[in-house]
Nanobody, 123 residues
Framework: VQLQACGGGLVQAGGSLRLSCVAS????????MGWFRRAPGKEREFVAG????????NYADSVKGRFTISRDNAKNTVYLQMNSLKPEDTAVYYC?????????????????WGQGTLVTVSS
């Protein structure tokens, strides 16, 4: 599976962005999908996950209530809607695919990774 993420950019605190990740090469609905991020000087961390059907989602506590993950299997795309952004959300965001049900929070369990898209939130 090849993953191409986009939608990052510079936004003021309190603003919104929507990230997209388009998959190609395999049957998209066979994969659970996740979003991770790596902030400057920090370890990569789980942000959100969604099952292969889109029926269930999970979130890191730090983004719960502000971010929403969704997918459109007809378009081979997973989204991350980010609202009420904070400066601490500044990071490179990565989409990832695992050939499993989904919702795993550990990065090594994911099989494929996108190239990352930078989100910068100014105060």
């Amino acid at each position: 599976v090849q993953l191409q993420a986009c939608g990052g950019g510079l936004v003021q605190a309190g603003g919104s962005l929507r990230l997209s990740c388009v998959a190609s090469g395999r049957t998209f609905s066979d994969y659970g999908m996740g979003w991770f991020r790596r902030a400057p000087g920090k370890e990569r961390e789980f942000v959100a996950g969604i099952t292969w059907s889109g029926s269930r989602t999970n979130y890191a506590d730090s983004v719960k209530g502000r971010f929403t993950i969704s997918r459109d299997n007809a378009k081979n795309t997973v989204y991350l809607q980010m609202n009420s952004l904070k400066p601490e959300d500044t990071a490179v965001y990565y989409c990832a695919a695992e050939q499993a049900y989904g919702l795993d929070v550990e990065a090594p369990l994911y099989d494929y990774w996108g190239q990352g898209t930078l989100v910068t939130v100014s105060s």
